[in-house]
């Protein structure tokens, strides 16, 4: 079984912040492939369900985001799992809005829910899927930034992020990476349009005119002297 975690604070007060975009990925997975309904246990909610062929739970800690670590600990203790069958969907300031990564193992870069993950685990070896949300510009404004609602700007390219995290989420259940950010980056920067209307053939180019031959000249000699003093 493999176990995917979200991050977030728990409450309608930070439901559309920045911070919480772990539970919106796990919240669309949950949505679009029939997993059943929320539940409490762990200090989490928890769905079950299947991505391909394998059996996936769903987790978003209800403690607040630097004690994320205590319901991921209680999940793997009673499921007798280990870190590498976990993998955390989190916010990421390091990266371009709508961007995504994933990566396994490494620092917590200063991420409250991360850090305590680290500690609960007492390793670095889980999954990360890391969801881009940009930066303020002055780590002063960090706090603020995250614990505020996305703007209406941002609408268009979450909604492609999280689509494209669903569309790929059987994958990365299989540990198919490269598969998975396929999906992501289907969504978020699809291939261009060629121009062209569907079922229609690209015109093909133009031949360039040819230019006429001169008509033979058929007077006789005497002719053509004669038409020079005309």
Same mark, same amino acid.
């Given at each position: 079984?493999?176990?995917?975690?979200?991050?977030?604070?728990?409450?309608?007060?930070?439901?559309?912040?920045?911070?919480?975009?772990?539970?919106?990925?796990?919240?669309?997975?949950?949505?679009?492939?029939?997993?059943?309904?929320?539940?409490?246990?762990?200090?989490?909610?928890?769905?079950?369900?299947?991505?391909?062929?394998?059996?996936?739970?769903?987790?978003?800690?209800?403690?607040?985001?630097?004690?994320?670590?205590?319901?991921?600990?209680?999940?793997?203790?009673?499921?007798?799992?280990?870190?590498?069958?976990?993998?955390?969907?989190?916010?990421?300031?390091?990266?371009?809005?709508?961007?995504? &990564? +994933?990566?396994? $193992?490494? @620092? =917590?870069? !200063? #991420?409250?829910?991360?850090?305590?993950?680290?500690?609960?685990?007492?390793?670095?070896?889980?999954? &990360? +899927?890391?969801? $881009?949300? @940009? =930066?303020? !510009? #002055?780590?002063?404004?960090?706090?603020?930034?995250?614990?505020?609602?996305?703007?209406?700007?941002?609408?268009?390219?979450?909604?492609?992020?999280?689509? !494209?995290?669903?569309?790929?989420?059987?994958?990365?259940?299989?540990?198919?990476?490269?598969?998975?950010?396929?999906?992501?980056?289907?969504?978020?920067?699809?291939?261009?349009?060629?121009?062209?209307?569907?079922?229609?053939?690209?015109?093909?180019?133009?031949?360039?005119?040819?230019?006429?031959?001169?008509?033979?000249?058929?007077?006789?000699?005497?002719?053509?002297?004669?038409?020079?003093?005309?």
């Amino acid at each position: 079984m493999k176990v995917f975690v979200g991050l977030g604070n728990p409450g309608a007060k930070y439901a559309g912040n920045r911070h919480n975009i772990g539970f919106m990925a796990l919240d669309r997975i949950a949505a679009d492939h029939g997993f059943g309904p929320w539940r409490g246990g762990f200090k989490a909610e928890l769905a079950e369900g299947r991505l391909g062929a394998g059996k996936v739970l769903l987790v978003k800690p209800q403690t607040f985001m630097n004690l994320s670590g205590e319901a991921v600990r209680a999940v793997v203790d009673f499921y007798k799992l280990t870190a590498a069958d976990v993998v955390v969907f989190h916010d990421e300031l390091d990266l371009a809005p709508g961007k995504a &990564r +994933v990566k396994v $193992g490494g @620092g =917590h870069a !200063g #991420h409250n829910g991360l850090r305590s993950i680290h500690q609960h685990l007492g390793t670095d070896a889980y999954g &990360r +899927v890391r969801l $881009g949300i @940009g =930066h303020p !510009g #002055h780590k002063d404004a960090v706090a603020a930034y995250v614990l505020h609602d996305f703007a209406k700007a941002d609408q268009d390219w979450l909604d492609d992020l999280l689509r !494209g995290i669903s569309d790929g989420a059987a994958a990365l259940a299989e540990g198919d990476a490269a598969r998975f950010m396929n999906a992501v980056a289907l969504r978020t920067a699809p291939p261009r349009s060629s121009g062209r209307e569907e079922g229609k053939a690209a015109p093909s180019p133009k031949t360039p005119p040819v230019a006429e031959a001169p008509a033979a000249d058929d007077r006789s000699a005497l002719q053509k002297l004669m038409d020079k003093f005309r």
